[in-house]
């Protein structure tokens, strides 16, 4: 197991064991109210790994997940709210909306009531419905006797679906020493409900000074310390802070207090200095990925453009600062140094353009890497220890920025650095290292990397839970061919056609990957033909592989037309059920 398998163990055991009194002894009237325990038992799971491990780490690792899963979710076909009203098959809710966006409500309630009335609002839900089948509003309840809030505005956010925007822009008057903030809120239209109300919401924001301290917040007199939490409830707002002796770079959103969509014009030295200075840790990691998306954006626009693709000095140098930071936890600077993933360019998009983001995304993390390789070489040798495993937070930081560097330097691909991904993976005596080898190694045309995929399926084949590690991988890589291995791959006898994890562990990776859209269609009648197969003994898996096409709306329409093709094989089958049925009619129907 890896350190991840391992994380993610107790937070599975933790999220099982909550649910004795968030699901069990207070559970659900109906299947409506399915938030009601998935949502508020996630929160009470990832707060219970944040003290386990790394309080900033996490927040990173759930916001990344929210952006890259649920808010693709809520832009395509199948947007629902945490509680849906309607559903033709109940297994299509258990989604990331209902269970991951439901936790970051329950957060909000969290953050607008304070962390002492909330946890007088769990005793009172659990006094007031212990051994009772409740609802959503039973829960918001116990909240509003608690705190002697009226949370009825807040209620939006259940009823509701799509990801809210905010429109943020600021202004300095240098004499009479007051900031502006204008927020404004909007919500795209989702199928059920066209034109949405306000939502109510959390906007937690600092302002820092010349020399990066925050300062102290003031609004109509009323003293708010160095951060304040701003309750967005209407289509706009003004917030102006006083005594603000100098002209701040604001700091918005802390701790991704709302599961938002954040606009605000941003300058690159604002973005630099949010980096290096910001003592709100998740801001300080988003600052750096709004950085490198506007270059990403930048540079994706001039391979759209066939010009000559480059990086600015600016983003070098806020990278070179990160590498360079010696105080940085090394669980946190990981997590910095990887770049914006494709999903979070292409939900930036008009017209879905993967080909460009991947090649944007290689340049970019080319360009880092060869700026800095000799800092990332000096990195990895200072991590590449020798030492007893152990899964303490601060070894699962070593080891997962060891891996991080180790990625920038073999993308280079240089023999050196070919050379110290095989020796690592063939000495390495846990799970973690030799899988991020292998996985590093297959992306590279290389001997070495042929080898040690060999060595590892020689290794491990005759284990069922590590050879879904090796499939991934395999379905994973950006080398070409990759449809073709999977499509020889299902026929291997460590592959079983008709077992979930196997499913996807060798289909799941190539959907996300950079060969799907291919401009051939191959993919997409690939993804139709295992939908149809696999429809015929597990429906919620199939309906699940249905969601690759949910970017049909967005692609151009030479694709369009290829998967559109796809979803119509798909509903001329035969006994096509509910599960499929509800996905793929929502995503052609649009």
């Known amino acids: 197991a890896t350190d991840a398998n391992f994380q993610s163990i107790e937070g599975i055991i933790a999220h099982e064991y909550f649910h004795n009194w968030t699901g069990n002894r207070i559970t659900c009237r109906d299947w409506f109210q399915l938030t009601l325990k998935e949502g508020l038992t996630v929160f009470r799971d990832q707060e219970f790994s944040s003290d386990m491990t790394s309080r900033p780490v996490k927040r990173i690792e759930e916001v990344n997940y929210l952006r890259n899963a ?67 509003e039973d829960f918001v309840n116990a909240m509003e006797i608690a705190s002697g809030r009226d949370l009825t505005h807040f209620k939006n956010w259940y009823s509701q679906a799509g990801t809210p925007r905010l429109d943020v822009s600021s202004s300095y008057d240098v004499k009479a020493q007051k900031f502006t903030l204008n927020v404004k809120q909007w919500c795209p239209a ?60 604001p700091s918005l959103l802390r701790n991704f207090s ?3 969509i954040l606009n605000y014009d941003y300058e690159n030295v604002e973005l630099a200095f949010l980096l290096a200075n910001d003592s709100d840790d998740f801001n300080r990691y988003d600052a750096g990925q709004r950085l ?19 990086v600015g000095d600016e983003v ?3 990278f070179g600062a990160l590498i360079g930071d010696a105080e940085i936890d090394d669980a946190f600077k990981a997590e910095a140094l990887a770049l914006p993933s494709v999903t979070t360019l292409i939900e930036r998009m008009d017209e879905c353009d993967y080909e ?10 080319l360009a880092i890497a060869a700026a800095h390789q000799a800092a990332f070489q000096a990195i990895y040798e200072k991590t590449n220890i020798d030492c007893e495993y152990s899964v303490d937070p601060k070894e699962v930081g070593r080891r997962s920025l060891k891996n991080t560097v180790l990625s920038y330097l073999c993308a280079l691909e240089t023999d050196a650095a070919i050379a110290l991904a095989a020796q690592q993976f063939e000495t390495a005596s846990n799970m973690t290292d030799e899988v991020s080898a292998l996985s590093i190694l297959a992306q590279i045309e290389a001997d070495a990397a042929a080898k040690a995929n060999q060595a590892f399926y020689d290794k491990w084949k005759e284990d069922v839970l590590v050879m879904n590690k090796w499939f991934s991988v395999q379905s994973g890589s950006k080398r070409p061919g990759v449809l073709e291995r999977i499509k020889a791959l299902e026929d291997d006898k460590a592959y079983d056609r008709e077992n979930p994890n196997k499913i996807r ?39 699940g592989l249905s969601k690759g096409f949910r970017k049909y709306a967005k692609m151009d329409s030479e694709r369009q037309a290829l998967m559109k093709f796809a979803m119509e094989r798909i509903l001329g089958k035969d006994n096509i059920s509910k599960d499929v049925y509800e996905i793929i009619s929502k995503t052609i129907n649009i």
């Open 70 to 136: 649920q808010f693709t979710e809520d832009s395509g076909p199948t947007a629902h709210p945490i509680k849906p009203a309607a559903y033709i098959e109940i297994n299509n809710f258990y989604t990331p909306t209902v269970y991951r966006k439901g936790a970051e409500v329950i957060r909000m309630i969290h953050t607008l009531i304070g962390k002492d009335n909330f946890r007088s609002g769990m005793d009172k839900y659990f006094e007031l419905y212990d051994g009772q089948a409740v609802t959503t």
């Open 258 to 260: 709302a599961p938002v």
């Open 356 to 365: 460009a983001a991947h090649e944007s995304r290689d340049f970019l993390r």
């Open 316 to 318: 070098l140098s806020a």
């Open 505 to 543: 562990s060798l289909i799941g990776p190539y959907l996300g990957g950079r060969h799907f859209h291919a401009i051939n269609g191959e993919g997409y009648a690939f993804l139709a033909d295992k939908i149809i197969e696999i429809d015929s003994f597990n429906p919620s898996m199939a309906s």
């Open 292 to 310: 490198a998306t506007a270059e990403l954006e930048t540079i994706i626009a001039a391979y759209q453009a066939g010009e000559d693709m480059c």
């Open 190 to 249: 989702t199928d059920e409900c066209q034109h949405k109300k306000p939502f109510h919401l959390p906007m937690s924001v600092g302002l820092l000074n010349a020399a990066g301290n925050d300062i102290e917040l003031s609004i109509n007199g009323e003293a708010l310390g160095t951060n304040a939490v701003l309750e967005i409830t209407e289509a706009e707002h003004t917030f102006v802070f006083e005594n603000v002796s100098e002209k701040p770079v």
